[in-house]
């Protein structure tokens, strides 16, 4: 294992243990050694994405991930690809770019059921049903949200289970929520979200994971208040405090005493509950929390308000005010400097993209040129450039004893006749025509050249003199028979061709001298048939 992969290594352990700033140092290490390969520095992006996110520096997480999507979706890599995308949701969601979340999660979905991966495909499932819910579509969340839970009951894998209930709880009391802030019925959502919440916290429990377990607690309360179960809600308050309180989980514990002086605000012990609420706004690590931080200043608000306190609730308002102000400008702050990023990154993809576009239609432009260099304009065939260039390899095949060569010089007999009885127009015509018919008798690996005129070269690749002959035969056969009354009444046409075999060590100008000599042995037998050549022997054949 290389320095590198080892860093790496380090850094996806850290990220199971939760040390986010840890991962991120070993993951910037690996992206910044000297032998890193292009694959080992896209993963160290893809862990960075994550360990970013997890410690809130969204603007980084953004850059690092779409880096490491631009080398995944380069390289056809779909599970990276919707992992990346994953993450990526999430860090769009949190900063409220929902829009922008809502095409990363389509992108995770997509590429998950590309690939064929259900692990994939319940987390982007998870991440679509997010999605919907910050965007104000609570009912295409629970779909969503259900659909993920089927696939992992489908993995048998007891933390999917766990994090799948307890998304789709989450999303129903989100919901709830929203109903009862329009005075709506929420006694449905609220009961489906407590029976996936108490199945969550259980599965935590058989897990013997203590955070899961505190977090499903956590959510317990909320649903458990809303539903007037204050009893209940305390006692799952105290556990999930007693969890968190022991295992470091400050974060939650916060949340779970925010909770518990909720649930005495419900009760209707006004005072306890802002005895509470004012001792958590003295907690230093309270300012980490700027969610719970509005929270608490609105309730003391409206409670002290309530209670005619208004010197109190004018405090807590402006202090409201000052954090809502503060988390907007954040906020925005974020959302500019992210979409700056990506709308970096697609400038930067889209200039790559041009530069190959614009290398691309050189080559085909240089490709064109050359071929319009070696090829004849009027016929299509090759040209004598092309027979110089084409020539030589093929020369080198038949010489190392790997392919047997065959020429046949093949002329148009009485040409001139047909120009200046029917115009060079038909005479091109007739030229063009019998170009087709040669390709009809040559392969892909065959070389048919216009030497000049009505003159033409066939070269046979691995072929023998008698099969090269039969392929003449069927090409006189083809000329003779064709009508070439449409071309121009009274017009008839015939070829003559002169066969020769590449003898051992034989010179390129002495074996096309023998084929062109075959060829005026065969005008001078009579025209219209073929002629093979010996090397000192020139033998006609009949047609």
Known sequence: MTNVDALLQSSRQSSDDGQHRLGAGQAEDALAAPSATALQRAQARELLTLHRLRLGD???????????????????????????????????????????????????????????????????????????????????????????????????????????????GDTYLVMAQGLIANDEDAGEPLTEAL????????????????????????NLVSILIKLGRHDEAREHGRQGKTLSRAHGYRSLEIDIDAQLADLVRAAGRFD???????????????????????KLHRSLFEMHKAGGRFQQALHHHEKLHAVMLATTVQTAGLQSQMLINTIEMEHARHELERSQLEAKMARIRAEELDDQAHTDPLTHLSNRRALDRELPWMMGLAERGVQSLCAAMIDLDHFKQVN????????????????????????????????????????????????????????????????????????????????????????????LARADAALYDAKHAGRDQIAMAARDLLVPVAP
Not at 195 to 218: D, H, I, K, R, Y
Not at 434 to 457: S, Y
Not at 491 to 504: F, I, K, N, R, W
Request: glycine share 6%.
């Open 58 to 168: 969204y603007q980084a997480c953004v850059q690092q991930g779409l880096l490491a999507l631009e080398y995944f979706t380069e390289h056809g890599d779909l599970l990276a690809q919707s992992k990346l995308h994953c993450t990526l949701a999430l860090a769009f969601t949190d900063t409220s770019l929902n829009e922008t979340a809502l095409r990363h999660v389509l992108g995770a979905l997509g590429a998950a059921r590309a690939c064929g991966n259900p692990v994939a495909e319940f987390w982007a499932l998870s991440r679509s049903s997010l999605v919907h819910g910050a965007m104000g579509d609570p009912a295409r969340s629970v779909d969503l949200g259900t659909q993920a839970l089927s696939v992992a009951q489908t993995l048998n894998d007891q933390e999917t289970n766990f994090v799948a209930l307890n998304n789709l």
């Open 420 to 511: 200046d009885s029917f115009g060079h127009g038909t005479g091109d015509q007739v030229l063009t025509i019998l170009a087709a018919m040669l390709r009809t008798i040559t392969r892909g690996t065959d070389l048919a050249v216009r030497v000049g005129g009505e003159e033409f070269l066939l070269v046979f690749s691995d072929t023998s003199i008698d099969a090269a002959a039969q392929a003449c035969e069927r090409l006189l056969a083809s000329v003779r028979s064709y009508n070439w009354h449409d071309v121009a009444p009274g017009l008839v046409c015939t070829v003559s061709v002169g066969l020769a075999e590449l003898e051992p060590h034989e010179t390129v100008s002495a074996w």
């Open 195 to 218: 029976t996936l919440m108490t199945e969550a916290a259980a599965l935590a429990q058989v897990q013997g994971n203590p955070f899961n377990e505190a977090l499903a607690c956590s």
């Open 272 to 294: 306890e509950a802002t005895a509470m609420m004012e001792a958590q706004l003295a907690d230093p690590d309270i300012d980490e929390e700027p969610k719970l931080l509005a």
